[in-house]
């Protein structure tokens, strides 16, 4: 948990409720958080349904892990420590688009289960939905796609820490969706995620 440093600080309720907000964007908003090994396809499924849902009228809006790194979370690595608060922010400002009536789509090895665990709980307190997405896929099938070179340089002992290698992946026990992306295409994978959506009345469409 984040140290609280900054004192004499008073959180400052605005005048739009919730209902009144969503009433007049016109959608609910929820962070879709996608979870799994890197490789397991997390970001190209992300970015697919990014596209489907502004497709269909919808605000979305997709935080990809690398990309954060690049920015808002430039002075973090990658041991245990950094791994958590990284999560920590991430969790923190996917709950910003939630509420402002956006569909938050995170694309975030995550691989502890408390990290996730304590994303999740922020979007509860704050009455918000947190789907959990289990992007799943057998770590042979991560490591043959390799998209990126890294399992061949963590095999190599070039990268140390690497999830699925010499650090662990905690799966999701309690994902609102288990998307196993080594039989699942990439347009399943987006009509799953949609489907689940209309079911729980998450949008209209």
Known sequence: ??????????WHEGDVTTDERQK???QKG????MTGLSGSGKSTVACALEQALLHMGLNSYRLD????????????????????????????????????CCLAITS??????????????LHEDAGLPFIEIYVKCPLEVAEQRDPKGLYKKA????????????????EPTN??????????SVEDAVAQTIAYLKD???INQ
């Open 175 to 184: 994902a609102e969706l288990v998307i196993d992306t080594s039989t699942t």
């Open 155 to 170: 095999r190599a002992g070039e990268i140390k820490g690497f999830t699925g290698i010499d650090d662990p992946y905690e």
């Open 24 to 26: 007049l964007v016109g």
């Open 30 to 33: 929820a962070t879709l958080w």
């Open 1 to 10: 948990m984040a140290e609280q440093k900054a004192t004499n600080i008073t």
């Open 108 to 121: 975030f090895i995550s691989p502890y289960a408390a990290d996730r665990d304590g994303a999740r709980k």
């Open 65 to 100: 892990g690398d990309n954060v790194r690049h920015g808002l979370n430039k002075n973090l690595g990658f041991s245990a420590e950094d791994r958590a608060e990284n999560i920590r922010r991430i969790g923190e400002v996917a709950k910003l688009f939630a509420d402002s």
């Open 200 to 202: 729980n009345g998450l």
